[in-house]
């Protein structure tokens, strides 16, 4: 059977509120007004769903645990800080099918009795917040957006909040921080957003491809989705290909693809034909894996654990047999020392540590117990943090270590002689025996 | 001289505190304005926003401190922000950069004496899938090359 994109469709201007409505756009939110709230949910929850942001959480789940009634406003958060290095799908919603996301924010703030919904961008999507914000107007001009909404009594608006270049805003309790004005620290949970959340307020933070989903849910049914891809995880996911690969880009395919495919069908194969080292899975904070233990993996979060990673944002980076690892990996943790919000000393100190740890090893000054101490500090900044940013840090350092261990010890017990003309940062480096 | 929105900006200012129960949750926009404004937030600057958003200066600075995108020191005309995160590393990140450094003649984080560019390396700006690539301005330059940042130069510093 023939995989049909659900998000992606292959219909050329879908961006354009007029196709997308012949197209059978906004039919989902016809029907989902005609449901209660608690039916929509239940076909969420049938659907199996599972949070796209990279923890994978349930949605329907999620969605009941916002209170039905409440005396305080409550608030629907759309997660487009998009800022985890290697994924870069939620721009091609906003550019390809914004009205898809649209609508199913829509159907979610009816669905959990909400008035207000924003939408946290990063702040580089300057020219994707401008197609967003344009798709919004159109939406807003055919009364698919605001009071009364296609004549009922549901009222919904929809802004849209720029941020401004902090990876940390998307994790979601400081989404909500910086949301509220302030710098962008992750809050302590409990108490969980459901209860507590924008200005205290019950709010929901979910993905931009996850509500992208919803509307073909309603409309053909949580059954339907449900079928699609691996069982434990179903329905289509957006995976982006970079590094040493020919075709770059999202492809949106079922989930559970087999990895080999996704490089050698749909990517082009690795550049220079060469034979793969190393793959990033799921974006950089990722476990990642090494060249052999791809064959047969479908790319799932279940099936994923198989290898001791898991799916994150389906961000894949291929790397080949020239790349130097440790290079690599002090370049994802020169990120997580740059991005730390300094909250939790374990993260804030640690990585800052482990940076230099291995800057030292990469620039031939290594100490044999260095590799020792890299696992140490990692395995300390792990489960030590308010939130998930320490395992982020700690999993590449602590995988890498685990995987590539002669690639380290390379490093620490040989002398190197660094080519003078090549720059500190460049791919080459000569061993001398 | 005085620091003072535009009418223009005020009106945006406006629209954008009528989003937010609480006037303190547009400062994210109303230093947006001000960046766009004056090109970077001065102390002054920031203790404007800081009053008519009724948010303590500490908070605006903390804000203004806190995010990567709002400048708290002047940049040139053209702000050139090279990637060079893994997927970019990969595919010739630091190449890139290099190049404009020794084209530009100015070192990571530098200004040109004219004020015209600055060089900055950029953490992952969400384009992997066209490696290497740098933010200029409000916009992406992406599948970068040498010829291409030739190009690209030489057009800027036309204008």
Redesign the interface.
Known sequence: MSFEPIILREISDLHNIEVYMKNGGYKGLKKALGMTPAGIIDEVKKSGLRGRGGACFPTGMKWSFMPQKSEKPKYLCCNGDESEPASFKDREIFEKNPHQFIEGTLIACYAMGIKTAYVYIRGEYYRWIELLQKALDDAYKKKLVGKNIMGSKFSTDIFIHRGAGAYICGEETALLNSLEGKRGMPRFKPPFPANYGLWGCPTTINNIETLANIPPIIEKGGEWFSKIGEPKHPGSLMYGLSGHINKPGIYELPSGTLLTDLINKYGGGVTGNKPIKMIIPGGSSMPPLKGDEIEGLKMDNENLKSVNSYIGTAGIVVMNEDTDVVKIIKRITKFYYHESCGQCTPCREGCGWMLKILERIDNGKGRKEDIELLNNIANNIEGNTICAFGEAAAWPVKWAIKKFMPDFERKVNESIVLPVANKVHSLRVTYQQ | MEIKFTDENLKKLEVSKS?Y??S??????A??LAQDQYGWLSVDVMKYVGKI?D?PYE?VL??VE?????NNKPVGKYHLQVC????C???GG??IM?YISDKLDIGVGETTPDGKFTLSEA?????????PML?LN???EENLTKEKIDNLIDKLSKT
Request: charged share 10%.
């Open positions: 989003h129960p609480t303190a949750a547009a400062l994210m926009d230093l947006w958003l948010v908070q903390g804000v806190f995010y990567t995108m709002y060079t995160n893994i997927s590393m990969l595919c630091y190449d290099d953490e992952c700006l969400g384009s992997c899938g066209t490696a933010q409000n916009y992406y």
